[in-house]
Structures are given as structure tokens and as C-alpha cells.
Nanobody
Framework: QVQLVESGGGLAQPGGSLRLSCAASGFTFRDYAVGWARQAPGEEREFVAA????????YYSDSVKGRFTISRDNAKNTAYLHLNDLKPEDTGVYFC???????????WGQGTQVTVSS
């Protein structure tokens, strides 16, 4: 059974930090690029960050560049998103996405809520 399970969300103050995890099972994780997207209330889902299947190349939206860091540990079948210097506009549900490097088959997790508020 294919699963992507996000965790690590919660309430943080502006300027604070969180680390999100995305645990994968049921497929060959190392053959998939991984991305994070977020969706604020009433808004469309937007790209946040991505990391290549080998982990060498990373990509970020302009709104999070320099504050968020994406990484992966293929031995643990887990990807991470480190959120630093959080802002209220970072509030939303954060989703993990895995895309197969050849077939482009993709999976989504159920999301984890991040709320940034004082």
C-alpha cells in the first residue's frame, strides 16, 4: 500500500522554526523526486520546494527561498522540510508529493497543518 505521511506541523510564532517530515512506504522512494506544496484557506495549492531523486538538486519558490530547506534520507524513506524565520503568510496545510523519475507516476500525502501566529 502506497503511503506518504506528513508530520511535524503545529503552531509556531513569527520568526520561529518547524521541521516537517514526509515518511514514504509502499514504493521505491529513492526513484522519486519529492516536493512540498502548501494550501492556505481559500487559496490554491502552491509549490514550495522540491528535491531531485538523487538529492543533489533542490528548488524553492521565491517566497521561501533562504528560509526553508528541503532534504531527504533515502535510507529512511523520508523527506524533510525545515521551516525557518516563519511568517504568518506561511500558514497553511503542507503536502508532500513524490514523482517517479521516469514514469512521472505521483503520490500525495494527506497534509500537515502549519499555523504561524503570535
Amino acid at each position: 500500500q502506497v503511503q506518504l505521511v506528513e508530520s511535524g506541523g503545529g503552531l509556531a510564532q513569527p520568526g520561529g522554526s518547524l521541521r516537517l517530515s514526509c515518511a514514504a512506504s509502499g514504493f521505491t522512494f529513492r526513484d522519486y523526486a519529492v516536493g512540498w506544496a502548501r494550501q492556505a484557506p481559500g487559496e490554491e495549492r502552491e509549490f514550495v520546494a522540491a528535491i531531485a531523486w538523487r538529492g543533489g538538486n533542490t528548488y524553492y519558490s521565491d517566497s521561501v527561498k533562504g528560509r526553508f530547506t528541503i532534504s531527504r534520507d533515502n535510507a529512511k524513506n523520508t523527506a524533510y522540510l525545515h521551516l525557518n524565520d516563519l511568517k504568518p503568510e506561511d500558514t497553511g496545510v503542507y503536502f508532500c508529493n513524490a514523482v517517479q523519475r521516469v514514469s512521472r507516476e505521483n503520490y500525495w500525502g494527506q497534509g500537515t497543518q502549519v499555523t504561524v501566529s503570535s
